[in-house]
């Protein structure tokens, strides 16, 4: 039994309470050998005792802090009963790729903290723990489990844990940002790794810049009320118009169907009064009459224009039956229609020196509108009367006439009327301060950083577009190679906008923009990128996100008079039916990239001066006119009429009948 003590001495250091157990064992051995009188029986009472003091240290060495140690992945000399076996157990750890060799020959061990994910480092020949961050986990080895032996034994591969790698916070927050872009903790595109390369002139746009849009119509509470009665003291189109323009509504806006029958690109799309007619305009020179519900053409025409239709519309209170366009060509039309359906004729009502591409309603005047050209000519042309147009006025900056794209007028003061076009200026007119003598707009409206003389001057910003809200208190403004900004017709002349809208790209063609809902509750434009874009009015966040052009341009958008329906057209020869037929709300996909891409691809157009200076409107027109000339020469028309066709003023007329040889009809070109 000494020898036995003795040797297990020499092993490991025996604890306090395992000496205590030893010397209890010791008594009961006495006793029970004194009581045993058969020799055999005793030695077989004393091998068994024997067991049991080995299974006690083994226990005992197993709570010790060089099995915690081992526990750990450390490995302390004091563990090992001489030097033979600690070189022993290094070689069996540098074998399982635990073990590692520095510069001075010393073995260190690698091991891992869970809790904090650091390696550190431990010198076998000193037995001193050295630690990158951490000072050290030996304190802790005694409450790891047996799995933590298990994982250090068996190398980092088979550790049921993963250490993630280390990110920085961009590319964190690109990771956890949800595929719509209003979800996740990272607010900004970074153009510059968008599409994979760096730029020292990166932008960054903010897609979630504002509040979260609110829902503000709930079914269930609307439907209580109508059921009960409670909303039946208010009209039921009241309950349409707070349905139609709802987010709930335009979240879910997905295709119907296309009306497909246009040989060319559709410039234009129209509603009538009633809402149950739609009228198309195209490269093809033909205006077309759908009963968009059925998907079903009612009429279809030849409008009498010689270039690209821009713009057709019905004049209200007419029973649908007259519709007048404008087109390239610069001559303003209109066309009667009959009972039956049929096209009777279609006349000339007053010709610019340049293309028309917009004609504007007089809400209060079924018989008068308003039409500006690239000439810089505004006329108030009435149907009824047989004389000239009236001329309003020449749109001029610093005696310097101004090409107009867009005119629309307020509807809720038909004497007033805005106008935007070939500068970066919006303008508003009121018809009863106009005189010969003062042409001038009583205000004009631009955003801060684009006036001639701040920092960016070398963007050469045009307006596109520009409409009205639904009462007349807001001016919704397009700029070409820029964002959508809106003007509070209350301030004064030289205000800075209100809201800014932004995501989308505005560059091919002269591209259209409008409101959307009966309170103008959104903002609805196209992009360069195929794309339509719907904004929150309130917030700035893009509300809906959709492919509508195979093409890859998008330039008109059409909301229904009451119902939430919306009609847009583009490179494509059809026009598209939009509804809220979606179960779900768009997730916006690829909206981050889209943007992404939109934004550098007008960055790279601002650094290149002069990029977006196509030929001018009026140098086009007078290019055709030239052309026209030569085919009528060819043909063995008198010069005579020509050289009188030349000489007529502003407001002349050419013949109606003219049939003559003319160039063929331009597609859409850039602006």
């Not at 063609?509 to 434009?525: C, D, L, R």
Request: overall charge negative; proline content about 4%; charged content about 25%.
């Amino acid at each position: 039994m000494d020898k036995f003590n003795q040797s297990t001495a020499s092993a490991a250091e025996v604890p306090p309470e395992v000496e205590a157990a030893r010397e209890q064992d010791s008594k009961t051995e006495k006793t029970n050998t004194d009581s045993c009188c058969d020799t055999g029986e005793q030695l077989q009472l004393v091998d068994h005792q024997s067991e049991q003091k080995q299974q006690a240290e083994v226990k005992a060495e197993d709570t010790s802090p060089n099995s915690a140690c081992k526990a750990a992945g450390i490995v302390s000399p004091e563990s090992c009963s001489d030097k033979n076996d600690t070189n022993e157990t290094a070689s069996t750890l540098e074998e399982t790729g635990l073990l590692h060799k520095d510069d001075s020959g010393i073995s260190v061990e690698r091991t891992h903290d869970e809790s904090s994910g650091d390696d550190a480092e431990v010198n076998l020949n000193s037995g001193v723990v050295q630690s990158r961050k951490v000072d050290t986990v030996v304190d802790h080895a005694s409450a790891m489990d047996i799995d933590a032996t298990r994982n250090a034994q068996s190398g980092p591969e088979s550790r049921d844990y993963e250490v993630e790698p280390h990110l920085d916070e961009s590319s964190r927050d690109s990771q956890t940002s949800s595929i719509d872009g209003h979800s996740g903790s990272s607010d900004e595109v970074d153009l510059g790794n968008a599409s994979g390369s760096s730029s020292d002139e990166d932008v960054n746009i903010n897609l979630d810049a504002g509040e979260q849009p609110k829902h503000k119509w709930f079914a269930y509470r609307e439907l209580s009320k109508r059921e009960y009665g409670t909303s039946n003291r208010r009209s039921s189109m009241l309950w349409c118009d707070r349905y139609a323009g709802s987010l709930h509504v335009v979240q879910r806006f997905e295709l119907m169907y296309k009306l497909d029958k246009h040989k060319g690109c559709v410039n234009t799309v129209h509603f009538n009064h009633k809402g149950n007619w739609l009228a198309s305009g195209s490269d093809d020179l033909n205006i077309i009459i759908w009963d968009w519900a059925s998907n079903i053409p009612v009429v279809t025409y030849d409008s009498g224009h010689r270039n690209n239709v821009f713009q057709a519309k019905f004049l209200p209170f007419t029973s649908d039956t007259h519709i007048v366009s404008c087109a390239r060509d610069g001559v303003i039309r209109i066309a009667e229609l009959s009972s039956t359906g049929a096209c009777r004729s279609t006349r000339r009502l007053a010709s610019h020196k340049g293309a028309a591409h917009k004609l504007s309603l007089v809400p209060d005047s079924p018989h008068v509108f308003l039409s500006a050209g690239e000439d810089g000519v505004i006329f108030e042309i009435d149907v009824r009367a047989s004389e000239k147009p009236n001329k309003l006025l020449t749109c001029k900056e610093n005696n310097r006439k101004v090409a107009l794209y867009s005119i629309h007028a307020n509807p809720t003061n038909t004497y007033e009327f805005a106008t935007g076009g070939r500068d970066q200026y919006a303008r508003i007119y009121d018809k009863r301060k106009i005189s010969p003598d003062d042409e001038s707009a009583f205000k004009k409206y631009c955003s801060h950083h684009l006036v001639t003389g701040s920092a960016n001057t070398n963007i050469r910003a045009n307006i596109t577009c520009l409409v009205y809200n639904y009462n007349g208190s807001e001016l919704l403004v397009s700029y070409n190679d820029e964002d959508i900004y809106t003007f509070d017709t209350s301030h004064s002349t030289g205000a800075d906008h209100q809201h800014c809208y932004q995501g989308h790209r505005n560059s091919a063609t002269v591209k259209g923009v409008n409101y959307y809902g009966p309170k103008s509750e959104f903002i609805v434009s196209g992009s360069d990128c195929g794309h339509v874009y719907l904004w929150d009015h309130d917030t700035e966040r893009i509300v809906n996100f959709m492919q509508a052009d195979e093409g890859g341009v998008v330039n008109c958008l059409e909301p229904h008079p009451f119902f939430p329906v919306l009609a847009t057209s583009g490179l494509d020869n059809d026009v598209k039916i939009w509804v809220p037929s979606n179960e779900e709300p768009c997730l916006l996909p690829d909206l981050k990239t889209t943007v992404s891409k939109n934004m550098k691809k007008r960055k790279r157009d601002h650094r290149q001066d002069g990029s977006s200076d196509f030929i001018d409107g009026q140098m086009l027109w007078f290019l055709m006119r030239q052309l026209r000339r030569r085919a009528r020469r060819q043909t063995g028309v008198d010069r005579d009429t020509l050289d009188s066709e030349s000489s007529e003023s502003d407001g002349s007329e050419e013949d109606s009948d003219d049939t003559d040889a003319m160039p063929a009809p331009m597609q859409c070109t850039p602006s």
